[in-house]
């Protein structure tokens, strides 16, 4: 399996977002921070995460799309794009319900993600506040999370002596 990485590109205030390979928590600090400078633009008009060649991802990867999913919500009531045609992928999203928080896309953007998220060097500590807040934007969708990422959640709330 394809170690994972971030690809992303813009234009016009229209941020694609691409994930290639297998997404695992190790890109999440770095992504997470790019979501922190995008978010914080006020030329930003959406967001489309395109999964398409993206063979998994992980469920800290997960949360850090509800993030994406919950800034938009929250900003305008809108829901950013999102393009997959994996499957497996597919399967996994519907089965916690981040289907629903985003409009699926039939057609791949054309606008090309050539520019890569690097990921750095995170601290243990930055990588576990971002695994700890990913879990916990999943636990706040509905029940059926809560449950299954409760442990995970209480686990790093622990290590980061939050409990």
Avoid: W
């Amino acid at each position: 399996m394809a170690e994972g990485n971030v690809h992303h590109a813009e234009r016009d205030g229209t941020v694609v977002i691409r994930f290639l390979g297998d997404i695992r928590y190790t890109i999440a600090p770095a992504l997470d921070r790019f979501l922190d400078a995008l978010f914080a633009r006020q030329d930003l008009k959406t967001i489309i995460v395109d999964l398409s060649d993206a063979e998994s991802i992980d469920s800290t990867g997960l949360g850090l799309l509800a993030r994406i999913a919950n800034f938009l919500r929250r900003r305008d009531g809108s829901r950013p794009l999102l393009f997959s045609s994996q499957p497996d992928i597919n399967a996994v999203l519907s089965s916690i319900c981040l289907d629903t928080a985003f409009i699926h896309c039939a057609q791949r953007p054309d606008l090309a993600a050539d520019s890569v998220l690097a990921a750095g060097n995170p601290s243990e500590k930055e990588v576990a506040q971002t695994v700890l807040d990913a879990h916990r934007l999943l636990s706040e969708m509905n029940d059926t999370n809560r449950a299954q990422f409760q442990d995970v959640v209480e686990a790093f709330e622990r290590e980061l002596g939050k409990s």
